[in-house]
């Protein structure tokens, strides 16, 4: 089974913050939370990693509290082409039993 | 560098018959996975190797359904006697330690 809980779907609109919260109570003192995107007919696609506070780049914040029982992934100011599937996973060091959830679905509306 | 390929892209086939499915990893990628995803839901775990074993194979859902990495490398995904549930893109990923996953565009399975 999966170990995260995430909304099965999410609508925004263009120009505005989105942000999914994932859900992971079992979590290990090894494990690293990372989000992947998805749009139909290709694999996922690599976001953001973390491990705990606050991590960005040039896409993506993720938001990870102490307690590590979930994560955050926050978009700023979406674009059509944000539309995807959004997946968080969390898994120990060597990357194993890398199990998907069902996933975000998120719709961008103009 | 190259990503990961999948090979071939879409493949039919008649239920009974048997199919091999392959990935080329990203070179130096110990880990290797195999996932399955139908329609509308997300990828559903198959098998995991690191280096040629495999580590997991908890989600190979029968024993018509099996992987080899001989060299450490490139994986075959089979499957024996096919059935029309088997219909579904199957993906193929890699990473090396704590590096996020790569994945290819999948391999389209239709069984008719």
């Known amino acids: 089974l999966a170990k995260t809980t995430q909304p099965i779907s999410m609508d925004s609109y263009e120009g505005q913050e989105v942000n999914i919260t994932c859900s992971h109570n079992?979590?290990?003192?090894?494990?690293?939370i990372t989000w992947y995107q998805q749009f139909p007919s290709q694999g996922p696609r690599f976001i953001i990693q973390?491990?705990?506070t606050k991590v960005t780049n040039e896409v993506a914040s993720l938001f990870i509290p102490a307690d590590r029982k979930s994560s955050t992934l926050s978009l700023p100011r979406v674009s059509l082409s944000d539309t995807a599937v959004y997946y968080c996973?969390?898994?120990?060091?060597?990357?194993?039993?890398?199990?998907f959830g069902a996933g975000t679905r998120l719709t961008v509306k103009p | 560098g190259a990503g990961v390929s999948q090979t071939p892209s879409n493949k039919v086939t008649e239920k009974g018959k048997y199919v091999e499915l392959r990935c080329d990893p990203i070179?130096?990628?110990?880990?290797l996975y195999w996932y399955r995803q139908s329609l509308g839901q997300g990828p559903e775990f198959l098998i995991y190797?690191?280096?040629?074993?495999?580590?997991?194979d908890s989600g190979l859902p029968n024993d018509r359904f099996f992987a080899v990495r001989p060299e450490g490398s490139v994986s075959t995904l089979k499957i024996q006697r096919t059935e029309r549930g088997d219909s579904a893109v199957y993906l193929c990923?890699?990473?090396?330690?704590?590096?996020?996953?790569?994945f290819g565009n999948g391999t389209r399975l239709t069984v008719t």
């Open positions: 990923a890699s990473s090396q330690g704590i590096s996020p996953l790569h």
């Open positions: 079992n979590i290990a003192t090894n494990d690293y």
């Open positions: 973390g491990y705990k």
């Open positions: 996973l969390v898994g120990g060091p060597n990357n194993n039993d890398m199990r």
């Open positions: 070179s130096g990628h110990t880990a």
């Open positions: 190797f690191q280096g040629t074993g495999a580590a997991d």
